[in-house]
């Protein structure tokens, strides 16, 4: 039986890159993006050294309809960058949906609330605290959870009698590296509300 991934959020591809070689074999995905721009450049096959996949791109708000997708099909769920943006009932909702269907969940890159600025400065505490804050702010899926994402989905998936395994998956943004690392910290400061 081929893999059925159910990718929430998932814009121009990366966890299908990282995770299709690891599952192996052959994979129907099912990749959903409120962006239909980020879409239209999803390729409908990919394929590699012991891995074929067949893609199926919907266009789609989850905050509004979560609840639309065929949840009973899936055998995994995944996301990236996406949990810290929810409020606590999606959250539930989703939980809900993947119980259900007996599926896996796989999600990184969720705010932890954890930042290290390197080298340091007087008002990098301010800009952690300026940042939780906008990450708390309502992301259109209600009161977004922000660094309380990860604990939220742990005892919600614990209660349900899932098995939690959880690791780092820190962004490393090296300015002095490239230009875009440098554009992407600037941007990440210049977004917080002052």
Same mark, same amino acid.
């Given at each position: 039986t081929p893999w059925r991934v159910i990718d929430l959020g998932c814009g121009t591809g990366a966890n299908q890159r990282w995770l299709a070689p690891r599952l192996g074999g052959p994979q129907q995905w099912l990749v959903v993006d409120h962006d239909a721009a980020l879409l239209h450049g999803?390729?409908?096959?990919?394929?590699?050294?012991?891995?074929?996949?067949?893609s199926v791109c919907r266009q789609l708000d989850l905050a509004r309809h979560l609840d639309t997708l065929p949840w009973h099909a899936a055998h995994l769920v995944?996301?990236?960058?996406?949990?810290?943006?929810?409020?606590?009932?999606?959250?539930? *909702?989703?939980?809900?949906?993947?119980? #259900?269907?007996? /599926? &896996?969940?796989?999600?990184?890159?969720?705010?932890?609330?954890?930042?290290?600025?390197?080298?340091a400065d007087p008002l990098d505490s301010t800009v952690d605290r300026l940042f939780a804050q906008h990450q708390? *702010?309502?992301?259109?899926?209600?009161? #977004?959870?922000? /660094? &309380?994402?990860v604990p939220a989905l742990r005892r919600a998936l614990q209660g349900s009698g899932y098995r939690v395994f959880s690791a780092a998956s820190d962004w490393r943004i090296h300015s002095l590296e490239s230009a875009h690392a440098g554009a992407l910290q600037h941007a990440l400061i210049d977004a917080q509300p002052g």
């Open positions: 999803w390729p409908s096959s990919a394929s590699g050294p012991g891995f074929e996949v067949a995944t996301a990236s960058a996406l949990l810290d943006l929810v409020s606590t009932d999606w959250l539930q *909702r989703l939980v809900s949906h993947a119980v #259900a269907a007996r /599926a &896996a969940m796989l999600f990184t890159l969720n705010v932890d609330g954890h930042h290290e600025w390197d080298p708390r *702010r309502d992301k259109g899926f209600g009161p #977004a959870l922000g /660094a &309380a994402a």
